[in-house]
């Protein structure tokens, strides 16, 4: 399965889907690790993939 993650400019907001428009948020996914994980956003309505830049650690930190 290959996805397309499309890179997303923060500004002050991420609510509204830059692709089809949906306004009520997004499904969160994770991927990488195990040190660093990066937090990925899924549309609800069309199913887009966005990165926002956040980062969270991973599972396997401090261990
Ligand atoms: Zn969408």
């Avoid at 199913?47 to 396997?60: A, C, R, S, Y």
């Amino acid at each position: 399965m290959t996805d397309t993650i499309t890179t997303v400019e923060m500004d002050g907001e991420f609510r509204i889907c830059p692709a089809c428009g949906y306004e009520d948020g997004f499904h969160s996914m994770f991927r990488g690790g195990p040190a660093r994980l990066q937090w990925l956003f899924i549309c609800p309505a069309c199913h887009q993939i966005f990165d926002i830049g956040l980062t969270v650690p991973g599972p396997g930190m401090d261990r």
